[in-house]
């Protein structure tokens, strides 16, 4: 207990420096959090929207280059629908616009009749009439950013909308969504007899042997498209693999710097320590147990900053997810097992800057030490 009593006296003593390297990890390990949720999220929000239809699998371009795929004609749909083990095929377009005053808002064209109808449920008003193209059925979190409610209109590129509903889905990311029948969507882009998805609802009992003997036939009878399952498809999305990529680079900066904060304040605290040292070797301390304490210094520095870094990555993330810019899409993915990975990335960078001070500190001979 005295051993590990003088360690928290030893950082209590310089209390402004121990704090600023605790800050430092905090951030780097904020940062960690914060991306990570967030990344993985993007690709969890996206799986969440297709779980939520029961959609079995989606068919469109192998490459997806941006935010969403590129369009295509819906001719592909006849082989789909004669596919065995095919229940029923729809296909969607989507894109991303700025609406007013959100800056970004996904707009989705879906088949009359087709199942994403079945899985909103309408909280006012009523769904658009399948051959409308100048209504609009609005997410209940998209309603809210634009205040809007049912018989205002909305303004998407040139041409105006009159809400006609407000639904409300499983899925957060299509709860700040507009949806327009097909024909209406294909109109406002000007694509038509396009679109970017091919939702693929199987027959009840399928196998998943028999459906990955369908992906491979699907491959085979479309080159170039690829059909995913609903986990998959954010997963070859090259914008989720830039986020993910730009997270893991940022966090690794942030963690570098925290690491050689430690460094640097544990490096400090040895030389300003080198008589203190040399008293403790010459009163029998041996030099593992130098070794020890400097070591656990450091450790503690970054239990406790990777504790701190955890809370506020948490609240980092909530407070960008209620931003305009990504409230109501993204669910961020925060999970214990992240939680944890970082708080044991700040102990191990912990360790690591104090692996240095702790040896270096550890050679000193007594007598030099206290005619320091």
């Keep these: 207990m005295a051993f590990l009593t003088l360690i928290f006296k030893n950082l209590l003593r310089r209390p402004s420096r121990s704090l600023l390297t605790l800050l430092g990890i905090a951030i780097g390990i904020a940062a960690v959090v914060a991306l990570t949720s967030l990344a993985w999220g993007f690709e969890l929000s996206w799986s969440n929207v297709y779980r939520s239809r029961g959609t079995d699998l989606i068919v469109t371009q192998t490459k997806i280059r941006g935010a969403m795929p590129a369009a295509f004609d819906d001719t592909h749909?006849?082989?789909?629908?004669?596919l065995p083990h095919v229940r029923t095929v729809t296909g969607t377009l989507c894109d991303i616009y700025s609406i007013e005053d959100a800056p970004t808002m996904i707009v989705?064209?879906?088949?009359?009749?087709?199942?994403?109808?079945?899985?909103?449920?309408?909280?006012k008003g009523a769904i658009p009439a399948p051959d409308s193209k100048?209504?609009?059925?609005?997410?209940?979190?998209?309603?809210?950013?634009?205040?809007?409610?049912?018989?205002?209109?909305?303004?998407?590129?040139?041409?105006?909308?009159?809400?006609?509903?407000?639904?409300?889905?499983?899925?957060?990311?299509?709860?700040?969504?507009?949806?327009?029948?097909?024909?209406?969507?294909?109109?406002?882009?000007?694509?038509?007899?396009?679109?970017?998805?091919?939702e693929v609802f199987l027959q009840p009992g399928?196998?998943?042997?028999?459906?990955?003997?369908?992906q491979s036939r699907i491959k085979e009878l479309m080159p170039g498209f690829s059909a995913f399952s609903a986990g998959?498809?954010?997963q070859n999305s090259v914008g989720v693999q830039l986020a993910k990529a730009m997270s893991i680079g940022t966090s690794l900066i942030a963690l570098i710097v925290g690491a050689v904060g430690v460094?640097?304040?544990?490096?400090?605290?040895?030389?300003?320590?080198?008589?203190?040292?040399?008293?403790?070797?010459?009163?029998?301390?041996?030099?593992?147990?130098?070794?020890?304490?400097?070591?656990?210094?450091?450790?503690?520095?970054?239990?406790?900053?990777?504790?701190?870094?955890?809370?506020?990555?948490?609240?980092?993330?909530?407070l960008i997810q209620a931003t305009p810019w990504l409230r109501g899409k993204i669910e961020a993915d925060i999970t214990p097992g992240l939680l944890l990975v970082s708080l044991l990335v700040a102990i191990a960078l912990g360790a690591l800057g104090g692996f240095y001070p702790a040896w270096l500190g550890s050679r000193m001979s007594p007598a030099n030490a206290m005619r320091h």
């Design 77 to 82: 749909i006849a082989t789909l629908r004669a």
């Design 232 to 234: 998959s498809l954010a």
């Design 108 to 123: 989705a064209g879906w088949e009359p009749g087709s199942p994403p109808w079945d899985k909103v449920r309408t909280v």
């Design 263 to 318: 460094m640097n304040t544990i490096l400090m605290s040895v030389f300003e320590r080198i008589e203190e040292i040399g008293v403790l070797l010459a009163i029998g301390w041996k030099r593992s147990r130098i070794r020890r304490m400097i070591l656990l210094e450091s450790v503690a520095l970054g239990f406790f900053g990777g504790t701190l870094g955890c809370a506020l990555g948490v609240i980092g993330t909530k």
């Design 134 to 198: 100048d209504t609009a059925y609005v997410g209940e979190v998209a309603a809210g950013l634009l205040r809007k409610t049912v018989g205002d209109t909305v303004q998407i590129e040139t041409k105006e909308y009159k809400i006609c509903g407000i639904y409300s889905s499983p899925a957060m990311a299509e709860n700040s969504s507009i949806v327009l029948p097909l024909r209406a969507m294909q109109e406002l882009t000007d694509r038509e007899g396009k679109v970017n998805f091919f």
């Design 206 to 214: 399928t196998t998943e042997t028999q459906v990955v003997d369908l």
